[in-house]
């Protein structure tokens, strides 16, 4: 019951946050007359995501599978290297730095040569998104695993436990903590690494549209993209954030 009402509480100031601060938009835009081309009031905005809701919604849901095949990509090879890492202390000081360092480079700076080197099709983006999902999830599986403490290692041991139960019943339990909230970081990285992308070159998604909204100062559309993908964004945060409640269950903190 406690529970029940300190979410309703948390839902209830939400709401009145986000009316709070479209309300406050609505009313700048009305007093000072902003005009569309600059800054689009809510209103404007709603209107055009209703009006336009179904071209919106095919463009979206190209992103959304790009960002989705990039984000499971990503995170797949990062967890296996960061598994690698783990056991292979050599590897792990001879490359762990390197990615770390690639991690410096702009995301932006790799789009046109993803472009030219994949063309403007849908995997250079999904490309794109999974560099940039790849690095967070690497540290967060890199760190879950070195912090195994050595006595419940030595633990396991007595009990003649295999190093394979030792993994999957102490490393990896003790890992999620820290690889689930790198892959909720992820989750938002992928929809901005495929909308980067198509930035850059693409005929399709919400990154196109922005795009080509800006050529026309169409500034209300590009706002209705925002948005759409924000939401995306949002959705898929929470997405994991819902499965790590399932999974990581001790760790759970309603």
């Not at 990503?74 to 290297?81: R, S, V």
């Not at 995301?107 to 995997?123: E, F, Q, T």
């Not at 999620?176 to 989750?187: D, E, M, N, R, T």
């Not at 196109?208 to 590009?222: Q, R």
Request: with cysteine.
């Amino acid at each position: 019951m406690y529970k029940k009402k300190y979410r309703l509480k948390d839902f209830v100031i939400l709401v009145l946050t986000f009316f709070l601060f479209i309300g406050t938009w609505q009313l700048v835009d009305f007093l000072f007359n902003i005009r569309k081309i600059i800054l689009p009031n809510p209103l404007e905005i709603f209107l055009v995501i209703v009006n336009n809701f179904p071209y919106l919604l095919d463009h979206a849901t190209i992103t959304v599978i790009e960002s989705s095949l990039g984000f499971l990509l990503g995170i797949t090879l990062a967890i296996i290297t960061g598994i690698i890492f783990t056991y292979s202390k050599l590897l792990k000081k001879s490359f762990y730095p390197y990615a770390i360092a690639f991690k410096a480079v702009p995301v932006i700076a790799l789009a046109p040569l993803l472009i030219m080197w994949l063309g403007s099709g849908m995997i250079s983006k999904i490309i794109m998104a999974a560099i940039i999902c790849y690095f967070p999830v690497l540290v967060g599986t890199v760190k879950g695993f070195s912090v195994v403490i050595q006595d419940y290692k030595d633990l396991f041991k007595s009990f003649s436990a295999s190093k394979w139960k030792i993994f999957y019943k102490l490393k990896i339990p003790t890992s999620l903590p820290y690889i689930f909230p790198s892959l909720k970081i992820s989750a938002t990285f992928a929809v901005v690494g495929a909308t980067i992308a198509e930035f850059t070159g693409a005929s399709k998604g919400i990154g196109y549209i922005i795009v080509n909204s800006s050529y026309y100062l169409e500034t209300t559309m590009m706002f209705a993209a925002i948005i759409m993908i924000s939401i995306v964004g949002l959705l898929l945060f929470y997405l994991i954030d819902y499965i790590e409640k399932k999974i990581v269950f001790w760790e759970a903190n309603d």
